[in-house]
């Protein structure tokens, strides 16, 4: 038997419906042939496809954020949308099925607390886990792009991968193509959200500010733009430069110690971490304090919707590195995102081993395209899903809706029709971004890093140097003041100092070094909230 414990109505509330000895139960909205999708409509059209096996096509075609759930007398089946918008728990007790939306939901209806080492050490290394990995192994979570069916057994299906057969290789093509995909993108987004209010985190890069051109292409009238951090953080300049320019109201938040201490010592910050942890990641925490205060000043309206710059730059090939193999895929993808720095030699090697199977698995053979495929995959399926993604929690748990105009389907799908060796180092991405919006609306402003691809010098300390000892190697020099670190413009590592010395956090046998790393202390702090043993 299946039980169904669903309880976060946070923002965007779960409705049931029934058809035909099917419960259906939904979360969101999808856009399909046009229409958009809501409620009872959404669960017909699923429930027909269901019924008429045709499930996974239009899985494939419906482009939006949702969740389903349907429940027939025998079979449950778990639908998660390509962003995993809305994580679901499924877990056996006994002969008995629970599913739920609620980390700690799943984490009490647990009657076996194991924890999952491997998950665990890639959770204190990444700062996340697997796709459909919890803390915990008794306990999954649901993949993006994927409908999970539970009977006697638990059938996975993967209904979507990023993957394009198409090649675009001349720029004005491509340019014109991202431009109509673009702009039907973020009117979706306009129809799903009405008139509600935009709430835009402007940060000094090249997404939000994209996001904030499209907000005037446009003429949304509701707008509101903010940032944060220190005093003197670079970022602050160029965004208040973009706000106005485009004729924007804009709000400054200035982070500091004080600030961050109260935080800490309320009883929010355990409630918020308990709920965006969702028992598989380190929950986001740079914007609280920004939305918390505008809040409480009340500059953000009731029913206003945040628009992150999630994840233009990735989809444009920030991530891949300028050459691959598949000798040196599987320490390359441990470099660029296993960057926390704190396990053991003997755990670290376990993580690598650990990716050259999966590596070994899904390529038993391959060209440079192929690994360069894997290296974009897996920062796609764990990363941004787990982490990225998943930091819109903080939005949910301060009351705001949001959207991420910039995972739409039709937008990259575009850009997975490129090769990745002309999307390295984003330089195609950026002209597109320039040529059609920033200097068209005058806002042409370069950050102060423009070019992703290093040196071939630095390249070779890269292969030659882990990102683990490059840590270690600056942390020796800074001692004898050879070398500074650059200055958190979050003011995020006082967090981290903060976590440790306030929280008393107990020093795993997996871990060489407790630094005051922010990412580090929150990864610690998370785990503290559920005290089981971990596996020696």
């Known amino acids: 038997m299946v039980h169904i414990l669903i309880e976060n109505n946070r923002i965007h509330s779960w409705s049931t419906h029934s058809q035909e000895k099917m419960i259906g139960y939904v979360k969101g909205h999808a856009f399909y042939q046009k229409e958009l999708l809501q409620g009872e409509l959404l669960f017909q059209t699923v429930q027909k496809a269901w019924n008429e096996m045709y499930l996974?096509?239009?899985?494939?075609?419906?482009?939006?954020?949702?969740?389903?759930?349907?429940q027939q007398e025998k079979q449950t089946i778990l639908i998660t949308d390509k962003i995993r918008s809305y994580p679901l728990f499924y877990l056996v007790t006994g002969d008995d099925y629970i599913?739920?939306?609620?980390?700690?939901?799943?984490?009490?209806?647990?009657?076996?607390?194991?924890?999952?080492?491997t998950a665990v050490l890639s959770y204190l290394s990444a700062g996340y886990m697997n796709a459909g990995s919890t803390l915990f192994s008794n306990c999954k979570i649901t993949p993006a792009s994927t409908y999970i069916v539970i009977d006697k057994?638990?059938?996975?299906?993967?209904?979507?991968t990023p993957i394009s057969l198409k090649q675009l290789t001349q720029p004005d093509i491509i340019f014109k193509r991202s431009?109509?995909?673009?702009?039907?993108?973020?009117?979706?987004?306009?129809?799903?959200?009405?008139?509600?209010?935009?709430?835009?985190?402007?940060?000094?890069?090249?997404?939000?500010?994209?996001?904030?051109?499209?907000?005037?292409?446009?003429?949304?009238?509701?707008v509101i733009c903010y940032t944060y951090g220190i005093k003197g953080s670079p970022e602050i300049n160029v965004s208040q430069m973009v706000a106005q320019q485009l004729g924007y109201p804009?709000?400054?938040?200035?982070?500091?110690?004080?600030?961050?201490?109260?935080?800490?010592?309320?009883?929010?910050?355990?409630?918020?971490?308990?709920?965006?942890?969702n028992l598989n990641t380190i929950p986001h925490l740079q914007d609280f304090l920004a939305i918390q205060e505008l809040k409480e000043k009340q500059i953000i309206p009731e029913k206003a919707v945040v628009i992150p710059g999630h994840s233009g730059d990735l989809i444009g090939g920030s991530h891949l590195p300028q050459h691959i193999q598949r000798k040196n895929l599987a320490s390359s993808l441990y470099d660029k995102y296993f960057t926390l720095n704190i396990l053991k030699p003997r755990e670290k090697k376990d993580l690598i081993n650990n990716l050259q199977l999966y590596i070994e698995k899904t390529y038993p053979t391959g060209s440079e395209q192929d690994?360069?495929?894997?290296?974009?995959?897996?920062?796609?399926?764990?990363?941004?899903?787990?982490?990225?993604?998943?930091?819109?929690?903080?939005?949910e748990f301060q009351g705001l809706d949001w959207r991420v105009p910039l995972w739409?389907?039709?937008?990259?799908?575009?850009?997975?029709?490129?090769p990745y060796k002309l999307r390295v180092g984003s330089t195609l991405y950026n002209k597109f971004l320039f040529d059609t919006y920033f200097m068209p609306f005058g806002v042409s402003f370069h950050k102060k890093k423009e070019n992703n691809i290093p040196s071939p010098f630095i390249q070779f300390i890269r292969n030659i140097i882990s990102n683990e000892d490059r840590y270690?190697?600056?942390?020796?020099?800074?001692?004898?003041?050879?070398?500074?670190?650059?200055?958190?413009?979050?003011?995020?590592?006082?967090?981290?100092?903060?976590?440790?010395?306030?929280?008393?956090?107990?020093?795993?046998?997996?871990?060489?070094?407790?630094?005051?790393?922010?990412?580090?202390?929150?990864?610690?702090?998370?785990l503290s909230l559920y005290p089981e043993s971990f596996p020696q």
């Not at 996974?56 to 349907?70: P, S, T, V, W």
């Not at 500091?256 to 308990?274: A, C, D, G, P, V």
């Open 99 to 117: 599913v739920t939306d609620t980390g700690d939901t799943a984490y009490t209806s647990l009657s076996d607390r194991e924890w999952d080492k």
């Open 56 to 70: 996974e096509q239009l899985l494939f075609d419906l482009n939006g954020q949702f969740c389903i759930i349907l």
């Open 250 to 277: 804009w709000y400054y938040v200035e982070y500091t110690k004080e600030k961050w201490e109260r935080l800490l010592k309320s009883n929010i910050f355990e409630e918020y971490m308990r709920y965006a942890g």
């Open 371 to 395: 690994y360069y495929q894997a290296f974009h995959l897996w920062g796609i399926q764990f990363r941004q899903i787990n982490f990225i993604i998943n930091s819109v929690r903080l939005y």
């Open 153 to 160: 057994e638990i059938a996975i299906k993967y209904y979507y």
């Open 472 to 526: 270690y190697i600056k942390r020796l020099l800074s001692q004898v003041h050879l070398y500074s670190f650059p200055k958190d413009i979050n003011a995020l590592d006082i967090v981290g100092e903060l976590l440790m010395k306030e929280k008393n956090l107990q020093k795993l046998p997996c871990i060489r070094t407790t630094k005051p790393n922010s990412m580090c202390m929150k990864a610690l702090y998370y």
């Open 179 to 222: 431009k109509q995909a673009l702009e039907s993108a973020f009117c979706r987004m306009l129809e799903s959200i009405g008139n509600a209010t935009i709430i835009l985190p402007l940060s000094g890069g090249y997404d939000s500010r994209l996001l904030a051109c499209l907000c005037k292409q446009f003429n949304v009238p509701n």
């Open 408 to 418: 739409d389907d039709a937008f990259e799908q575009v850009w997975d029709a490129i």
